[in-house]
T-cell receptor, first 112, second 113 residues
Framework: AQSVTQLGSHVSVSEGALVLLRCNYS??????LFWYVQYPNQGLQLLLK??????LVKGINGFEAEFKKSETSFHLTKPSAHMSDAAEYFCAVETSGSRLTFGEGTQLTVNP | KAGVTQTPRYLIKTRGQQVTLSCSPISGHRSVSWYQQTPGQGLQFLFEYFSETQRNKGNFPGRFSGRQFSNSRSEMNVSTLELGDSALYLC????????????FGSGTRLTVV
């Protein structure tokens, strides 16, 4: 079954530093992959998605992710962290029939 | 355009009762999915509806059910509530499915006491 693994349940960075959140997927075929962000007491907001085509995907708020088939990875990056980026981030893969399977989430802390 | 609207935002119920949660998708979206989010189990898929038909169902007991109306609005029902049903229930809508991306609502926080 398709699944995703997020490495690191907590990541802490300084404001202005690079943000790197790791996600690896298991799939026998190129999957649809997503990154979502969740702020406290809110739902999930789509940051970006990979379906087909270009492997470097640009999303909202300066985030981007690169689909690497050889490494089965879809890591999320942002060149310069902002305080407002502090939130929980989820990687997800589409499994059978439009179902999303989520990773366990990575809590991002941004220190001033 | 308006986002995905879930009502109510918060709900407190007693064990054994039943509850109905509502989701209004983005206009034009025909696919509605439901997820349960808990600290212990994370985000888990409940079911997905497309044009009033259940297309997919997760591994939840039969106490969890749903439906979709002709205007694409969806409801989910949980009968005989248990303490473990306390969770954030999230609804997501899409034009047709994963390729188009899913937009999530703010969720309904259900507390069972």
């Amino acid at each position: 079954a398709q699944s995703v693994t997020q490495l690191g349940s907590h990541v802490s960075v300084s404001e202005g530093a690079l943000v790197l959140l790791r996600c690896n997927y298991s799939s026998s075929v190129p999957p649809y992959l997503f990154w979502y962000v969740q702020y406290p007491n809110q739902g999930l907001q789509l940051l970006l998605k990979y379906t087909t085509g270009a492997t470097l995907v640009k999303g909202i708020n300066g985030f981007e992710a690169e689909f690497k088939k050889s490494e089965t990875s879809f890591h999320l990056t942002k060149p310069s962290a902002h305080m407002s980026d502090a939130a929980e981030y989820f990687c997800a893969v589409e499994t059978s029939g439009s179902r999303l399977t989520f990773g366990e989430g990575t809590q991002l802390t941004v220190n001033p | 355009k308006a986002g995905v609207t879930q009502t109510p935002r918060y709900l407190i119920k007693t064990r054994g009762q039943q509850v109905t949660l509502s989701c209004s998708p983005i206009s034009g979206h025909r696919s509605v999915s439901w997820y349960q989010q808990t600290p212990g189990q994370g985000l888990q898929f409940l079911f997905e509806y497309f044009s009033e038909t259940q297309r997919n169902k997760g591994n939840f007991p039969g106490r969890f059910s749903g439906r979709q109306f002709s205007n694409s609005r969806s409801e989910m029902n949980v009968s005989t509530l248990e303490l473990g049903d306390s969770a954030l229930y999230l609804c997501a809508s899409s034009f047709r499915g994963a390729f188009y991306g899913y937009t999530f609502g703010s969720g309904t926080r259900l507390t069972v006491v």
